[in-house]
């Protein structure tokens, strides 16, 4: 089994990915639900194809160190998921498991998911305040920065996505709608807030912290 500075095992990447496919399932109907109101409805099917993708691949995965783990799995969803958060969201873990070194404490951490998330605005062609899932991942990664602890990470992130409600999309498929696309949360946002979420309970659970 391989660990990191942080503690970070094996186990706790199943755990993680365990736990966050089991969310995706949960709030598949929310998620769709949002992207009914200002897409095209696809958003909770797309995102549980491609965790379930992973979750088959899980035995698999566990063998390899975290960072070799976070890009097979980032790859895994670029391929499964045929909508724009497929190859974003795997485009973000990708890119965290290309930069993460095998043995990372919080701050190599930090600096490999500020990497993630520029990646992910690269790929989308997109930037902050356009009211897609940057408009969490950047507001995670402020929290980060400040010391945030997981729990507080995932608050910010919680509220990160409320505060998509009322934006303008410019970018996604959102965009399309113009102003109609205000006064409904962002479904990209809210799953990014949704795992969020579910990493600071898996931390808590594995580290007691
Ligand atoms: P699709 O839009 O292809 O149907 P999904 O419904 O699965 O794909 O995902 C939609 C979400 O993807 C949006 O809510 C938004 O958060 C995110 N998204 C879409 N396009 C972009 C982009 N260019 N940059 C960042 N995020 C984006
Ligand atoms: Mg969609």
């Known amino acids: 089994m391989s660990e990191s500075k942080t503690g970070m095992t ?3 990447f199943r755990s993680l990915v365990v736990a966050m496919a089991a969310a995706i399932e949960a709030n598949a109907d929310r ?4 992207d009914s109101a200002i897409g095209d409805g696809d958003h909770g099917a797309n995102m549980k194809r491609g965790f379930q993708a992973v979750l088959g691949e899980l035995d698999q995965l566990a063998t390899k160190p975290v960072p070799e783990a976070l890009k ?12 724009a958060s497929g190859p974003l969201v795997g485009t973000l873990l990708m890119t965290l498991g290309k930069e993460l070194p095998a043995d990372f404490d919080r701050q190599a951490f930090v600096m490999a998911y500020e990497k993630a998330v520029d990646a992910v605005a690269a790929r989308g062609k997109s930037h902050a305040g356009q009211k897609t899932m940057l408009d969490v991942l950047y507001p995670i990664l402020d929290a980060m920065r400040e010391g945030a602890d997981p729990d507080e990470v995932a608050a910010r992130a919680r509220a990160a996505a409320d505060a998509t409600v009322p934006m303008l999309a410019t970018r996604g498929r959102a965009s399309f709608l113009g102003e109609r696309s205000i006064g409904h949360m962002d479904p990209g946002a809210a799953s990014v807030a949704l795992l969020a979420g579910v990493v600071a309970r898996t ?3 594995h580290q007691g912290a």
């Open 10 to 12: 094996s186990d706790d």
């Open 31 to 34: 998620l769709t639900e949002l």
């Open 72 to 83: 097979a799995a980032g790859m895994k969803l670029v391929m499964t998921v045929g909508g």
């Open 203 to 205: 931390l808590q659970t």
